[in-house]
Protein backbone atom coordinates (compact mmCIF):
# COMPACT_ATOMS: atom_id res chain seq x y z
CA UNK A 1 0.00 0.00 0.00
CA UNK A 2 1.61 3.31 -1.12
CA UNK A 3 1.48 6.36 0.83
CA UNK A 4 -0.38 9.44 -0.32
CA UNK A 5 -0.03 12.99 -0.04
CA UNK A 6 -2.42 16.45 0.45
CA UNK A 7 -3.50 17.77 -3.20
CA UNK A 8 -2.23 21.11 -3.65
CA UNK A 9 -3.18 23.72 -3.90
CA UNK A 10 -5.72 22.70 -1.01
CA UNK A 11 -9.36 22.42 -2.05
CA UNK A 12 -11.36 23.95 0.39
CA UNK A 13 -14.42 21.80 0.07
CA UNK A 14 -15.73 18.46 -1.43
CA UNK A 15 -17.78 20.51 -3.74
CA UNK A 16 -14.99 22.38 -5.02
CA UNK A 17 -12.97 18.61 -4.86
CA UNK A 18 -15.88 17.34 -6.89
CA UNK A 19 -15.79 19.86 -9.74
CA UNK A 20 -12.38 20.31 -10.84
CA UNK A 21 -12.45 16.20 -10.84
CA UNK A 22 -15.28 15.65 -12.53
CA UNK A 23 -14.51 11.91 -14.24
CA UNK A 24 -15.19 9.04 -11.96
CA UNK A 25 -12.67 6.26 -11.57
CA UNK A 26 -14.23 3.37 -10.95
CA UNK A 27 -11.12 1.11 -10.41
CA UNK A 28 -9.02 3.71 -8.98
CA UNK A 29 -6.08 2.73 -6.46
CA UNK A 30 -5.81 2.29 -2.65
CA UNK A 31 -3.43 5.08 -0.48
CA UNK A 32 -2.95 5.52 2.83
CA UNK A 33 -3.75 9.09 4.12
CA UNK A 34 -1.05 11.00 5.10
CA UNK A 35 -2.83 12.46 8.20
CA UNK A 36 -4.91 9.96 9.63
CA UNK A 37 -3.55 7.23 7.86
CA UNK A 38 -6.77 5.65 6.51
CA UNK A 39 -7.48 3.95 3.48
CA UNK A 40 -8.57 6.91 0.47
CA UNK A 41 -9.66 5.40 -2.86
CA UNK A 42 -8.62 7.21 -5.50
CA UNK A 43 -11.69 7.49 -7.34
CA UNK A 44 -11.74 10.76 -9.38
CA UNK A 45 -9.62 11.94 -12.15
CA UNK A 46 -9.35 15.70 -13.31
CA UNK A 47 -9.14 16.61 -17.32
CA UNK A 48 -5.13 16.50 -17.12
CA UNK A 49 -5.32 12.86 -15.78
CA UNK A 50 -4.41 13.26 -12.12
CA UNK A 51 -5.96 11.20 -10.16
CA UNK A 52 -7.43 12.15 -6.43
CA UNK A 53 -9.51 11.15 -3.92
CA UNK A 54 -11.41 12.63 -0.81
CA UNK A 55 -10.47 11.48 2.91
CA UNK A 56 -13.34 12.01 4.93
CA UNK A 57 -11.95 11.96 8.25
CA UNK A 58 -9.10 14.51 7.45
CA UNK A 59 -11.76 16.41 5.19
CA UNK A 60 -8.69 16.80 2.22
CA UNK A 61 -7.76 15.69 -0.97
CA UNK A 62 -5.16 13.30 -1.26
CA UNK A 63 -3.28 12.08 -4.41
CA UNK A 64 -0.15 9.97 -4.93
Known sequence: MKDGKWLEPRHTSKEIFEKD???????????????????VNLGRKNT????????????????L
Do not use: Q
Open 21 to 39: YAKIELSGLEVRCPGCKDY
Open 48 to 63: GGKSAGWCKCCNRAVT
